[in-house]
């Protein structure tokens, strides 16, 4: 961390080229003795990556940067703001520490917070900016954060970690036992520091495979912000043997989408050929395999058992994008062009033997309009097309 960096003269630097181009940047070399161009290029290049995902921190001053794939491997505001409701008492620990934007969060809740994080310079980073943000009720600590556990004698009312998914010996990882730390092997001991355990995996992880990897699994969170899967997470409490509830939410800038269900209940669909309305569950539902619970919940009809398209005669408030059905036709090259006079056209496919590519080739549609067709198969295992216009 060089200091430098927050010299009056170097900030006004960085903000007045957070726009500039970077390469032709570093070409004109650093007009600073004290601060090479490469590390203020850095910042300028990380501070940008901070002006949605973290806005706090991007409007604050004398913010310090680390790399920007810090940046990438952080939880944005809006995941760690969520992720902040999920705990309660009164101490905290983050074994993973990283850029400190669940610390942060996590303190906002008046708990008192340890930070752990084994890159010194990356605490030295955090430490520096927790100050700049007025936080007094988290302390950092360099080094290994199971390490740090083993060494004192403390307890705490949550564990929190951010295993990770870079492993030297596998390169990137997402299966638990190969993130670093190994939560699965370390489990046990982790349960005679706490009671609850929050944990925070990849969200190409698979969730049943996790749940067998871990135990006493009260919790799952499926997190997505504008319809991208961000975020898995598992909330772990000593000795629970119930039923695992699955939370899904999906952020979206006008409403929050929510739908909640118990992993493993015997639940089956309801299904039906299209009617008035089809339905397209957002992401953090897809990766939940809410498939048949949806249905059930929502009184909406299936198209098909591996379709995952969704359907009824009276528009309802769904949790997804909604469409009111215009035609629905046969997979036929000559048909749907009488339909499509603009040649243009937003093309889904959901269970269906042909890519996005493949259609367009073969039917002369661009992207785009306000026509939206889904590819599909129906309830007799026949492939139609949907045409529709959005709700």
């Known amino acids: 961390m060089n200091k430098e960096i927050l010299n009056k003269e170097t900030q006004e630097f960085i903000n007045s080229n957070l726009k500039s181009d970077i390469t032709k940047l570093i070409l004109k070399g650093s007009p600073f003795t004290s601060a090479s161009i490469q590390e203020v290029a850095q910042q300028i290049e990380a501070k940008n990556k901070c002006e949605k995902k973290l806005p706090t921190w991007f409007n604050s001053k004398n913010i310090y940067y680390p790399n920007k794939l810090n ?17 309660a008492g009164k101490s905290l620990i983050d074994i993973t520490g990283g850029f400190g934007v669940d610390a942060y969060y996590f303190s906002q809740k008046k708990l008192a ?4 994080e084994i890159s010194e310079n990356l605490s030295k980073i955090v430490t520096h900016n927790l100050t700049q943000l007025n936080t007094l009720n988290i302390s950092t600590y360099i080094g290994d954060g199971i390490q740090y556990l083993k060494n004192n004698t403390s307890n705490y ?26 939560i699965p092997e370390n489990l046990d001991f982790l349960f005679t520091k706490t009671t609850n355990i929050l944990i925070k995996a990849s969200p190409i992880l698979d969730i049943k495979s996790a749940v067998n990897e871990l135990k006493f699994v009260k919790e799952i969170h499926i997190v997505s912000i504008e319809n991208e899967v961000k975020e898995l997470l598992f909330i772990l409490e000593k000795n629970y043997n119930k039923s695992v509830s699955i ?3 999906n952020f979206k800038k006008t409403a929050n989408q929510n739908f909640n269900f118990i992993l493993g209940e015997a639940i089956f669909a309801n299904y039906s050929p299209p009617k008035k309305y089809i339905y397209e569950p957002n992401t953090a539902i897809l990766k939940a395999g809410a498939f048949q619970e949806i249905s059930v919940q929502l009184n909406v009809d299936k198209l098909h058992l591996h379709s995952h398209l969704y359907t009824s005669e009276k528009l309802i408030n769904f949790p997804g994008r909604s469409f009111k059905i215009k035609h629905v036709v046969s997979y036929n090259k000559k048909e749907i062009s009488k339909l499509i006079l603009s040649k243009k056209a937003n093309i889904t496919t959901r269970n269906f033997p042909e890519t996005v590519a493949q259609i367009r080739k073969k039917t002369n549609l661009k992207e785009g309009g306000n026509n939206y067709l889904f590819f ?16």
């Open 71 to 87: 940046i990438e491997q952080t939880s944005s505001e809006i995941t760690a703001k969520y992720k902040a409701t999920l705990v």
């Open 157 to 182: 009312d949550w564990i929190y970690t951010d295993p990770s998914r870079r492993n030297d010996a596998k390169g990137k990882v997402f299966l638990l036992e190969d993130c670093l730390p190994n």
């Open 113 to 116: 917070i340890t930070h752990c």
């Open 247 to 249: 939370k899904t939410i």
């Open 376 to 391: 599909t198969t129906d309830l007799n295992s026949k492939h139609i097309v949907i045409i529709c216009e959005k709700v």
